[in-house]
């Protein structure tokens, strides 16, 4: 089988050549790492990301790093760095004792950068961001020399240790390396290794002044921890000459390289950490976790399990140009995963309420009901049947449509695990909205079958009053109806429905027993999550993805 990249199932660009250098012997292990900024919470996009280092480095038998990319204090807090761990480990991954920091390495990208001023490879600059940006030209004109770019190298040695020493206001000044202003490559025109940053770093606190731009930070943190395949996202491609150029002119421990590979993009999604901010700090959502949200802890409130993830990362694959994936391939992953092992449960979301007039009152019966339809090893359950059922509202029509099989004045129809019941009476209120059905059952089709014979079209689902436990239910829609939502107009386009809740839900008592964080099918209905606003007497639930196939009917075809 080949995906979109061409290659074989499980084999992508970047697996061949870790391959290729394991058989040639350009490297005898294979090391890679993680690097995510702690400005937000990982979503998606990183999870693509986090497959790929992890496990490449587990199918080659080497190991991954998780390394925090923590360069910029002014975005930066602990809570993230404590949400991407918990997140990569929920993930399925593990760095074992290969946790680091680029902050760990501030000391020695220091003197490395004293050995590039030394080496008349890189200079202190006066002039302001704008200077810079204006001096630096543009694809069809070359930039020009900084004035300062000349400073002898006790000068640059001098101004940068007081840079260090916190001397100077924010933006003051810069380090930059002498490369070359009139470079093909705007990446290599004299590049801001450092900046004067006067904030408080989550790991150094106030110990430094000026903190390594990425570009500087990056290749140097890859080769002091022996980083064979440093593998990033297309957006550095421009950079990996400036990566190379740093490397080849330090005296550094090992000699990594770099790879790039395209970005996820999903429809109907923005991965934008900027926007995922706003999203919280704008109160959109409920937070990083609002199960809206793509974010690896949003997606696990709302009950994707975590191989639901690793499974979509896997069939996707791994390519070299950008593409944009359907939103309904990871909700066919998800639906796909759960059917495998979610429980089956029911759950009425919006009742109509039944009394079977023929049924004792005060009486009640148990009923056997399987836990899952295929895996005879999940066991069962007893449920109740009674007088008084709820019933979906949606399973019953006064004046029903041609096609429509459920439930139906004078229509008799299956409920599931139970009897077949025929609707006698509709009551009303005063507003003419239907309250009650009054049904009769047949006590010969206890188990789901008539003596005769005769068939039913429709089986629906239903409650008993003597065990219906209420709940409150939360219905996840697009949070960008727009397939193609623009970052830059984020707030005017999110779906004003993508949230419905429902209220006074009646569920089957296993549910409100069941503290478990595993996702279980709602049958007829989709698989749904306990959430962690559940109390004792009332329990939450997150749907995780409705039953709908939707992909499948796209993918039809293929499968
Ligand atoms: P954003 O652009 O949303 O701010 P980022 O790339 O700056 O994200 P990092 O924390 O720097 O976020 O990313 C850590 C790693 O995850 C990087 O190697 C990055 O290339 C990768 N990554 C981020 N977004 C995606 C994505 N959409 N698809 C694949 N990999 C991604
Ligand atoms: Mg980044």
């Not at 080769?223 to 440093?230: P, R, V, Y």
């Not at 923005?270 to 999203?279: A, D, P």
């Not at 829609?477 to 209220?503: G, K, R």
Request: glycine fraction near 8%; charged fraction near 25%; include cysteine.
């Amino acid at each position: 089988m080949t995906d979109e990249t061409g290659s074989e199932a499980g084999r992508d660009f970047i697996r061949d050549i870790v391959a290729d250098d394991l058989a040639s012997g350009t490297t005898t292990g294979v090391v890679t790492r993680f690097p995510p900024e702690p400005n937000g919470y990982l979503h998606l996009g990183h999870a693509k990301s986090i497959c790929l280092n992890f496990g490449i480095a587990e199918e080659f038998g080497g190991r991954c790093h998780l390394r925090f990319d923590d360069t910029n204090p002014t975005k930066e807090e602990q809570e993230y760095i404590d949400a991407i761990q918990r997140d990569v480990r929920w993930l399925g991954f593990d760095w074992g004792t290969h946790l680091h920091f680029a902050s760990d390495y501030f000391e020695q990208l220091y003197a490395w950068a004293q050995d590039l001023i030394r080496a008349g490879k890189a200079y202190v600059d006066d002039q302001s961001q704008e200077e810079i940006r204006v001096s630096r030209g543009t694809l069809t004109e070359p930039g020009r020399n900084s004035p300062y770019r000349d400073r002898s190298v006790a000068e640059n040695l001098d101004l940068f240790a007081r840079m260090r020493a916190g001397e100077f206001p924010n933006g003051a000044r810069v380090l930059r390396a002498k490369i070359d202003m009139s470079s093909g490559n705007i990446n290599l025109r004299d590049p801001v290794l450092y900046r004067i940053l006067h904030a408080h770093h989550p790991r150094t606190g106030t110990a430094w002044s000026i903190y390594p731009s990425y570009d500087f930070a990056h290749g140097q943190s890859d080769a002091i921890e022996h980083i064979t395949h440093s593998i990033c996202t297309l957006e550095f491609e421009d950079h990996r000459p400036l990566y190379d150029w740093c490397l080849d002119n330090l005296p550094v421990p090992s000699r990594p390289r770099q790879y790039e590979f395209a970005r996820l993009n999903v429809t109907h999604t923005l991965l934008s950490k900027r926007v995922l901010t706003e999203l919280v700090r704008s109160g959109h959502v409920s937070g990083w976790d609002d199960p809206r949200m793509p974010t690896l802890a949003g997606l696990q409130r709302r009950g994707v399990p975590a191989a639901a993830l690793r499974e979509f990362v896997k069939r996707i694959g791994v390519a070299k140009a950008n593409s944009t994936v359907d939103i309904g391939m990871f909700d066919f992953a998800v639906r796909e995963t759960l059917n495998k092992s979610a429980l089956r449960r029911m759950a009425v979301l919006r009742p109509l309420k039944v009394v079977i007039e023929n049924y004792p009152e005060g009486q009640t019966e148990e009923v056997e009901a399987v836990n899952h339809p295929d895996d005879a090893a999940q066991g069962s359950r007893r449920i109740t049947f009674g007088r008084e059922l709820y019933i979906e509202r949606d399973d019953f029509m006064e004046d029903p449509p041609k096609k429509f099989f459920r439930l139906a004045p004078g229509r008799e129809v299956r409920l599931r695990y139970g009897y077949f019941i025929t609707c006698r009476e509709v009551i009303k209120d005063a507003n003419g909205e239907v309250v009650e059905l009054r049904c009769t059952y047949d006590p010969q089709t206890r188990g789901g079958n008539a003596p005769d014979g005769r068939k039913v079209k429709a089986t629906i689902h239903w409650v008993s009053a003597a065990e219906a436990v209420p709940a409150e239910v939360r219905l996840y829609n697009l949070l960008f109806s727009d397939p193609a939502p623009e970052a830059a107009n984020f707030a005017a386009q999110i779906n004003p429905e993508s949230l419905e809740v429902l209220q006074g839900c009646m569920v089957e008592r296993a549910l409100a027993a069941d503290n478990a964080h595993d996702a279980v099918q709602f049958e007829r209905q989709g698989y749904f999550v306990r959430d962690r606003d559940s109390t004792p007497g009332k329990p939450v639930f997150n749907r995780t993805v409705g039953l709908k196939d939707t992909w499948a009917k796209v993918a039809g075809g293929a499968a």
